[in-house]
């Protein structure tokens, strides 16, 4: 079994849909909310940082420790509690540091919570629905092709960038279209959404999704999260 980040993202696609990661994720975010613990709290931050790496989701170690850093930064400047130590007139005191490093997790965990949970196949009811949908799938797109954006020349690579998710946007409905047309009337058209890094391709190209392995597996992931809370609130 392969554990690239290419392999376990098919992996999780073949056993994931995108609507029953983000009911999961909507079961699980109140856990996380309103743990009193800190530290149970961090321990659910690493299990949703697991869940991000298991999915095969983009996340980078450096940029999470300089965002936590920065939320740290910040809440030191209002010092209250006990001093810990003091540099001049800068001083570190264990209430602001104790808080700062509570926001950082809590912002932080609900970062990972929604990478793992919200992807670009999601699909919402109605028209407001479909549009946040299109908003999800550009984002991802956008991500995954954040590294053709030429510093040197920022507006116009981005340009070129939401020309070519244009591009792409009518292939993905000429393919719909086709496909409707092929499977003749009253057949079920399957939506076209993205898919890897090689554009688009019918949702159906996933697999399954909704298998009772993926079912269990995100049933377990909820029940650790408020497992963590109760041990929490029970200790």
Not at 106 to 126: C, F, N, Q, Y
Not at 173 to 193: K, R, V
Not at 208 to 216: A, D, L, Q, T
Request: charged share 20%; with cysteine.
């Amino acid at each position: 079994m392969r554990f690239d980040a290419a392999s376990r993202r098919e992996r999780g696609l073949s056993l994931f849909a995108g609507g029953e990661l983000f009911v999961a994720g909507l079961l699980a975010m109140p856990s996380f909310l309103f743990d009193p613990s800190l530290p149970f709290r961090a321990a659910q931050f690493f299990l949703f940082w697991f869940f991000v790496w298991a999915v095969g989701r983009k996340n980078s170690a450096i940029a999470t420790l300089s965002v936590a850093a920065g939320i740290v930064a910040f809440n030191l400047i209002v010092p209250y509690g006990r001093v810990l130590f003091a540099w001049g007139a800068f001083r570190v005191t264990e209430g602001s540091l104790l808080g700062g490093i509570e926001k950082a997790v809590t912002v932080e965990g609900l970062i990972m919570l929604s990478k793992a949970t919200i992807r670009s196949d999601l699909r919402l009811p109605g028209s407001f629905g479909a549009l946040i949908g299109d908003s999800f799938r550009y984002f991802d797109r956008i991500l995954e092709k954040k590294g053709n954006i030429d510093r040197k020349d920022i507006t116009g690579s981005i340009d070129r960038l939401l020309l070519e998710l244009s591009a792409d946007q009518e292939a993905a409905a000429l393919m719909a279209a086709d496909a409707a047309a092929s499977a003749g009337p009253g057949a079920d058209a399957t939506p076209i959404t993205a898919h890897g890094e090689n554009g688009w391709a019918p949702a159906s190209a996933r697999g399954p999704g909704r298998s009772r392995v993926g079912r269990f597996v995100l049933a377990a992931a909820v029940c650790a999260s408020w497992a963590l809370f109760a041990a929490a609130w029970f200790r």
